[in-house]
């Protein structure tokens, strides 16, 4: 699935990891949306005045100015929606999708794709022939060196220290499965029937089943310790989480959720039907967990869904005790140009987000 969004996961709790909180507040600054006072712990958080621009925000530590909203004016891979054949990488939209090269053509790659774009759906580009040509996508258990020589829905599953592996369907592997260490990033494993993994002290990784917060996710904390999950048959104990600093106007530490609870669940449940749906074999297998290639091929539901719960898996931990302003000035990212604003209100009632904001307020 997408190891790119667990990267920014790990990014963010790289970042959780510091000292002393930072205290959050309102501002009204123009010239930066989050602003770092020099010499003190505060951190001003502004509304973007200007029409069509968003505050990104990731707590990167640094001061943040607003960004235009981009417009999707990028060429489209094989399977994307087109109008018109200038649309498309492969300058061919043929019946209202661009059409890329088939099984055993070329697939010379150029800067403007990704490695596999310029083939068809079901296909990837083998760099191992020379010249490369489309093949197809490899099917469970055979071997491979990357994700996207797999078919949907399974990825290239290798020891730590191999530079090759076999495609394996995820969420394969029961509970209390060995796995290799390497695939258990920040108690996630896309291997993992249940998606959850845990890694001994002596660095045997194993599958287990999913655990939550045993007191209330976000409780106030002090330290990891305080964050103790449910009980796990197969780890044989309760796991130690993180206490970790959120947007809060006080400096205040909570326990963040497990990959079992919240968002992050959403998210890959999300994914899963996603790949049940069929609408992902429907694109080049570089974009199929993308927005480009629900944007074609799924519903605005699809979409909405998609932006809510990669944004909130990725956030709902920091906006534990947040301020108003701090999440109002965080929806403006959720409102992007392919949705209205009304859809995006209309969407997010339904789906928790509207409620997951007034928690916030009453937090206050
Ligand atoms: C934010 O900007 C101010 C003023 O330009 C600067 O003094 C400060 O060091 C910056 N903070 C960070 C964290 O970059
Ligand atoms: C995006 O498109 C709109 C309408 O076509 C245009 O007014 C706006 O300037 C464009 N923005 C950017 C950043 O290109
Ligand atoms: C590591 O520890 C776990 C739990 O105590 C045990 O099940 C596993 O066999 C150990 N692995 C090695 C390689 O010793
Ligand atoms: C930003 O705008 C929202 C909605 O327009 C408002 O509720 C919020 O209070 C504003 N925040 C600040 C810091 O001005």
Same mark, same amino acid.
């Given at each position: 699935?997408? *190891? @790119?969004?667990? !990267? ?12 002393? !909180? ?11 949306? $989050? ?25 990167? *530590? ?25 649309? %498309? &990488? ?43 040509? !489309? ?8 071997p491979c060196t990357s994700d996207s020589q797999c078919e949907y829905g399974t990825g290239c599953y ?25 695939? %258990? ?6 291997? !993992?029937?249940? *998606?959850?993994? &845990? ?8 599958? $287990? +089943? ?10 106030? %904390? ?11 048959? +197969? ?29 992050? @669940? ?9 790949? @049940?749906?069929?609408?992902? +074999?429907?694109?080049? $297998?570089? $974009? ?52 209205? +604003?009304?859809?995006? &209100? ?12 007034? *928690? ?5």
């Amino acid at each position: 699935m997408s *190891g @790119e969004k667990l !990267c920014i996961l790990a990014l963010l709790l790289a970042f959780a990891a510091g000292q002393s !909180c930072p205290t959050y507040t309102c501002g009204t600054r123009t010239d930066f949306c $989050i602003y770092y006072a020099p010499n003190t712990n505060v951190v001003e958080v502004s509304n973007c005045t200007t029409t069509g621009t968003y505050c990104p925000m990731p707590p990167s *530590g640094a001061n943040v100015t607003c960004t235009t909203k981009a417009n999707n004016t990028y060429p489209k891979y094989p399977g994307e929606k087109c109008s018109a054949s200038s649309q %498309c &990488f492969s300058n061919n939209c043929y019946k209202g999708y661009c059409k890329g090269a088939q099984a055993g053509e070329y697939c010379l790659t150029s800067s403007a794709y990704l490695r596999n774009g310029a083939c068809n759906p079901g296909l990837y580009c083998d760099l191992a022939q020379v010249p490369a040509i !489309c093949v197809p996508l490899k099917e469970d258990f055979e071997p491979c060196t990357s994700d996207s020589q797999c078919e949907y829905g399974t990825g290239c599953y290798m020891c730590d220290t191999c530079s090759a592996g076999i495609c394996l369907e995820y969420g394969q592997l029961d509970s209390g499965t060995e796995i290799y260490a390497g695939s %258990c990033q920040n108690s996630y494993s896309k291997y !993992c029937e249940d *998606g959850q993994c &845990f890694v001994f002290s002596n660095g045997t990784a194993i599958c $287990i +089943e999913e655990v939550e917060n045993r007191n209330y996710a976000n409780s106030m %904390c002090l330290t990891n310790t305080a964050c103790q999950s449910t009980f796990s048959k +197969e780890a044989q104990r309760f796991i130690t989480g993180t206490c970790q600093c959120t947007w809060n106007p006080t400096g205040t530490k909570y326990c963040s959720s497990f990959p079992g609870e919240g968002y992050f @669940e959403k998210f890959l449940e999300f994914f899963d039907d996603w790949d @049940e749906s069929e609408n992902a +074999e429907k694109c080049n $297998i570089d $974009i199929a967990y993308t927005d480009r290639c629900i944007r074609s091929h799924g519903s605005t539901k699809d979409l909405a869904k998609y932006y809510l719960y990669t944004y909130m898996y990725m956030y709902e931990n920091y906006l534990v005790g947040a301020p108003s302003c701090v999440a109002g000035v965080m929806k403006s990212v959720l409102s992007l140009s392919s949705l209205s +604003e009304n859809k995006i &209100f209309y969407e997010v009632d339904n789906f928790g987000f509207y409620l997951a904001l007034s *928690g916030i307020v009453l937090a206050l």
